[in-house]
């Protein structure tokens, strides 16, 4: 069995102190096997926001994937920087942030895509060499171990065609993402081509909500099982609601479980 913790969206910059801590002691009492944090750790890519997020990853004791979001990357009115070396601050400040980054757990195979794009503001997108590097990153992985994908923006605003068609052709279990600041569990892809589980985080710990307290997700994966469960900030302590699963038969994800 692995536990994932998914954090989105966290803005420091935009960031709540005494709710990061909180969301650190809470991480620290799960305990997962792996955080995933899918992308905006900052708010306008300012080297005082990356060490203010570098210093909250030095906190989480267990394995990280990372990836930027379009508040990551140099901004739109340092048109060089955008164009000549989007990502470099990003690189640069927090620790080993090599894209596409992999970890590998007994029973789970996790892969981290940069799917922002410096001439675009909000958009992203998912390329034809993203997606080689993925193939090459999952070869050789167990065929019982579940693949995941975590990427700052839904698969629906990440790339041409019909981009969950394009990640359930690589068998794909599940794709974290973030970027809308609302929480986000639910099938896609059901049909012939089968079906992936999508979780997108709510923001973690930052002041830009869009009608929903902070969260986090939690994910269990055991046996052929996904169970999400959405913690949320209640403005004292992060609560759990009910838990939605999802079981796999044959090569397609359905609910229960």
């Excluded at 909250?56 to 739109?76: E, K, S, T, Y």
Aim: net charge positive; charged share 25%.
């Amino acid at each position: 069995m692995s536990l994932i913790a998914h954090l989105s969206d966290l803005h420091f910059g935009r960031a709540d102190p005494a709710l990061a801590a909180a969301l650190l002691a809470d991480l620290a009492q799960q305990a997962p096997d792996l955080v995933a944090i899918s992308g905006d750790l900052t708010q306008r890519a300012r080297s005082r926001q990356f060490a203010e997020a570098r210093a909250f990853l030095d906190r989480i004791a267990a394995p990280l994937v990372v990836v930027p979001g379009n508040h990551d990357i140099a901004p739109l009115y340092r048109p060089f920087d955008r164009l000549l070396r989007p990502r470099a601050k990003f690189r640069r400040l927090l620790p080993h942030r090599d894209f596409p980054s992999a970890w590998r757990g007994a029973d789970l195979v996790a892969v981290g895509l940069d799917s922002t794009r410096p001439l675009r503001w909000k958009s992203g997108a998912l390329t034809d060499a993203h997606l080689d590097r993925l193939e090459t990153l999952l070869a050789g992985a167990p065929a019982e171990a579940a693949r995941l994908v975590v990427l700052h923006h839904p698969p629906a605003d990440a790339g041409g065609g019909h981009p969950f068609e394009v990640l359930l052709g690589h068998g794909i279990d599940l794709v974290l993402t973030g970027h809308a600041h609302r929480a986000r569990v639910e099938l896609v892809g059901a049909g012939a081509a089968g079906a992936l589980v999508l979780v997108q985080a709510g923001t973690a710990c930052s002041t830009r909500q869009r009608g929903e307290p902070n969260g986090y997700c939690l994910i269990r994966l055991e046996s052929r099982q996904i169970e999400v469960t959405v913690r949320e900030w209640s403005g004292e302590r992060f609560r759990s609601h009910r838990p939605q699963r999802f079981r796999k038969q044959g090569d397609i994800w359905g609910r229960g479980g």
